[in-house]
Nanobody
């Protein structure tokens, strides 16, 4: 079992920045990949970014490349999502998730993720 708790969401103006954190507990954090997803009002949940168990590989959806950075600190059992140059279309509930399969590839299908946090709201005003 893995428990995930997100924090760091809030209200920010367009062009601003936020850093989301996701604290994990349970199984050894350094043994599984992590991902961030988001769900905007009235829309399906979508992939944002993923990071390998070691932190050596990352993968982003096109709409956040160059603006968002995923990272992890295995000593702190925490994964981060640094979000810069935020846009109103980034407004959503952001979720972190754990991919326990140790696949060679970083995955963007939410069905491949085994554990989820409760989400944190990010609102970007224009």
């Amino acid at each position: 079992q893995v428990q995930l708790v997100e924090s760091g969401g809030g209200l920010v103006q367009a062009g601003g920045r936020l850093r989301l954190s996701c604290a994990a507990s349970g199984r050894a954090f350094s043994t599984y990949a992590m991902g961030w997803f988001r769900q905007a009002p009235g829309k399906e949940r979508e992939f944002v970014a993923a990071i390998s168990w070691s932190g050596g590989r990352t993968y982003y959806t096109d709409s956040v490349k160059g603006r968002f950075t995923i990272s992890r600190d295995n000593a702190k059992n925490t994964v981060y999502l640094q979000m810069n140059s935020l846009k109103p279309k980034d407004t959503a509930v952001y979720y972190c998730a754990a991919d326990m399969a140790r696949s060679r590839d970083l995955r963007e299908n939410q069905d491949d993720y085994d554990y989820w946090g409760q989400g944190t709201q990010v609102t970007v005003s224009s």
